[in-house]
């Protein structure tokens, strides 16, 4: 088989090579080279002219064939045909790279980066990286992160490198010796092959050295924030290089998903297949009917193919499509409209770049008529008051032809008003601002666009009281002797036909006496059953809103606590014992809540069975959402008689199987969860993943909406039985112990490192929570390079504010920002931490100035003059940067006239020298300049 090279111009890399995705559906060409060669496509493109690819090896490692690359720094290396990766396990290869320096022992570059973007989501990437550190190595490393993640490298059986340049490491060295002996003497070997493990998301190493898995993208170990994959497996691959110490970067695309690039020119033979796009929502064998005289729209399809991807197609409409009187029917382009009851064809028409071409009808059915449009409402509110939320009826549809679209708006009097739907119930409500009837409009639209629109009317009247409209969300339970700060809600008054606001005031309702709490600080002193009252007055009349509550008292009676006392019980005790405190029924069922709020990011609970208690079947914990109850997860332990099966929102199906048992043993189970998985014993691996709230609505990652409560279940108790709980989210509950836990301050996951100079970046809100103790102190400070307290963007100083805020600071000056937060209880149990730490980093590389020109060429014999060079940087003086001068001749000796000690360089035989300036700031910022004088033989004079 002969070669066939192509270079474009263009960068592009027009070899037709087959796509991995889909290598059994090609055959060789070779029988077919002239129509090989219309149909070639290209699978490979460099952001511009100045890199090259082609097929072929280069001269320093002649057996290692494929795609070979020489890119200039800035460029990147596409592969133009998604790649399904769905199907790849960790003995799959991902890409198979061979790194080729124009000289063994001087690297041109020292780092890869592979990028795989999710072809559905541009911003869902994959990115690997591998690099040489020191640039003297005999190995490299290797890191991954995913999108919001940072870079983490796993080496084998020590370290978890974070947010760290050093990671696993391999024997590819970008210096071309590695001292491995399958790679020593054998630079075809000097290669990276990665391994991807779709379904666990781990990558490794497959080829020389080290295969352990060094990154796990879902795996808490590794990334503190989870991913949760590629949309479907389809993905784009790019490449680029970076820290040139030449003009050009070279490598060889070996391989690319277990297929072999020395492979030449293929042909598909597989025709693409078309599919009716899927949000026409179409059942293709119930086609919506055509309507005599209406325009029918023609449905858009999707065109997949092994090779192409994805492919637009044709349409023609067709009478008596499979006889010999077939007709045409015009169309324009989007529709066709039927002038007799028939049957109408509608034929698809694909055509890959192979020259392979698909077909599909679709038959469709033109009607005279079709069933009139109708809405049926159901039976709801007709009547309504200005401020308050109003049903609206449900209704079913009927009629036209096709799926109807329905189009929902509430107005009056011209105007209209938003519909609100809640999530979980799927109740739709408006809120109505001033008097008058409303109009709930469904509209209908069919298939061929047939309209009708059907009203519901509701009379809404003002009232002379103001109108309460957002919720207070209060606490479930108080603890009496902490301070609460009460949300603020004020009523509105609609008689004016304006919304005005009114002002409120809380109390508190107990035993049947009524207390003004002043300024809504809340400190209740006795047990029982609480309601605190809104109250709002307009003009003379009145409006409230309620809210019931339990108080709790969890003193001892001698200024400590009892740890038993922060549960509310159901058919259940709870005593405080040296081991824990032990939750007990005496048959059946029973809980116990944890009466103050947690925070779900970090949460965990230590636990034992006693040794005469064992006699039940479930043991169940739940974390009920603090702003919607009826969001919560709940975790079953389960006794299995052979161990504990563990479960989550009562999906089996993701089950786990523990060695621990209720078998009385006394040994502790310790369980922790976070947003992204529970872990129901942190003495095994053992993890469960976490998707939805029990109820099967998504979890908010809102992070000042993720505290709740914590409630404990005994169930299929046949005896008495109990649990003991040794410790709640790192406080110990046995007897005698005080408040010594510190407050948690919790942080949505932001991704650091450096930063550029005035880039901008956005402190998210924290939450600060306490075990025991409700009445937290917080704050949270941002301090600049210089130690002091800086200005948000509005002008905010940003000393010892609200952490529940969001802010958005800009980062001006070079150097380390730190974002502190201090949290502390009533008990003075502080946590002060530097939660965040951003670096702004000096990136940009010196400029490099020459005192004049170096020649491009010369003759033997002459000198040429060696121009001195200066430098200046951004940030760093004159003085502080390092300038180098080296002339290297065609022997690969170097000179140096860094000291500006020479002013002239005369070469002693022809070729090749290379004048190279560097210049290096502080920080490791390089700049460099190349320039080539070639060095001739002295012309011959002629003779006279």
Known sequence: MRKKAFRMLTGLFALALVSACGASIFANADNDDKQAALKEIPLFETTSSQSTVEYGAFEGAPLAEGVKVSLVEGDVLKYNRPLNISELTSGDSLVDICVVPDMIGEANMSSIQITLTDVYDSNNQMIIDIHDMTRQNSMSYAHAKTTGQPFVGFENGHTYWKNSNYGQWCYMSFLGNSVYAAVKGKPENNRVSLAYDYAEKKLKFLQFGNSSVFADFDDPNFYPTLWDGFTTGEVMLSVKCGLYSKERANFVMVGVMNHDLKSETFRDKEAPVIGIAKEEEIDEARIPNAVVGKAYPIFDTFVTDNFDGYLSSSARVYRNYYMTNRVAVTTNGKSFTPKEADTYYIEYRAEDSFGNVALKVVEVEAVVSTPELAVAFDTAATTGIVGED?????????????????????????????????????????????????????????????????????????????????????????????????????????????????????????????????????????????????????????????????????????????????????????????????????????????????????????????????????????????????????????????????????????????????????????????????????????????????????????????????????????????????????????????????????????????????????????????????????????????????????????????????????????????????????????????????????????????????PSKIELGQSFYVPRATATDNVDAAEDILVFVHVIIPAGQIYDFSDGSYDGFKPLKAGKYIVKYTAMDSVGNMAMQIYEVQVVEPATQPVA
């Open 390 to 854: 109003i049903v609206l009826p449900e209704y079913t549809t009927s009629g036209g032809t096709g799926k109807l679209v329905a189009t929902e708006t509430v107005t009056v009097g011209g105007k209209e008003y938003p519909i609100y739907q809640d999530e979980v119930s799927l109740v739709k409500t408006f809120r109505p601002m001033e008097a008058g009837t409303y109009q709930f409009n469904v509209t209908l639209v069919d298939h061929v666009r047939q309209t009708k629109t059907v009203s519901y009317e509701i009379v809404v009247t003002a009232s002379d009281a103001a109108v309460f409209i957002d919720p207070a969300v209060l606490p479930k339970y108080f603890i009496v002797g902490a301070t609460y700060n009460l949300p603020v809600i004020p009523a509105y008054d609609f008689t004016s036909g304006t919304q005005k606001e009114v002002a409120s005031k809380v109390y508190e309702v107990m035993d049947g006496n009524e207390k003004e709490i002043a300024g809504g600080v809340y400190t209740p002193t006795a047990a029982g059953s609480v309601t605190l009252v809104y109250k709002a007055m307009n003009g003379q009349t009145p409006s409230s809103v309620s809210y019931e509550a339990k108080v709790v008292d969890v003193s001892n009676g001698d200024g400590g606590i009892d740890l038993d006392k922060y549960f509310y019980l159901e058919a259940m005790t709870a005593e405080d014992t040296a081991a824990g405190t032990v939750l007990s029924v005496a048959s059946g069922a029973g809980r116990a809540e944890f009466v103050n709020p947690l925070s779900i990011f970090t949460n965990s609970f230590e636990m034992s069975v006693p040794a005469d208690a064992k006699g039940f079947l479930k043991f169940n914990v739940y974390y009920y959402n603090y702003f919607d109850a009826s969001k919560y997860l709940k975790f079953t332990y389960e006794n299995v008689g052979n161990g504990v099966l563990v479960y989550v929102n009562d999906e089996k199906a993701t089950s786990r199987t523990l060695k621990w048992q209720f078998n009385g043993s006394g040994s502790e189970v310790k369980m922790n969860w976070n947003e992204k998985a529970f872990y129901p014993d942190s003495n095994t691996n053992v993890s469960i993943p976490l998707a939805n709230y029990y109820n099967g609505a998504k979890i908010e990652f809102d992070l000042l909406k993720t505290k709740g409560y914590m409630v404990f279940e005994i169930e299929g108790a046949t005896s008495a039985s109990s649990v003991c709980i040794r410790s709640i989210a790192g406080q110990m509950m046995t007897t005698n112990v005080k408040d010594t836990q510190i407050p948690g301050v919790y942080l949505v996951y932001q991704q650091l490192g450096a930063f550029s100079i005035n880039e901008e970046f956005v402190i998210k809100p924290a939450l600060a929570i306490d075990v025991l103790d409700p009445t937290i102190t917080s704050y949270v400070t941002v301090k600049g390079p210089d130690g002091n307290a800086i200005a948000d963007v509005n002008g905010v100083t940003l000393d010892k504010v609200a952490v529940d805020q969001e802010y958005v600071i800009k980062l001006e000056t070079y150097g380390v920002y730190r974002v502190i937060y201090y949290a502390e209880d009533g008990m003075k149990n502080a946590n002060k931490t530097s939660g965040l730490i951003l670096e702004v980093v000096d990136e940009e590389a010196p400029t490099l100035t020459l005192d004049g020109a170096v």
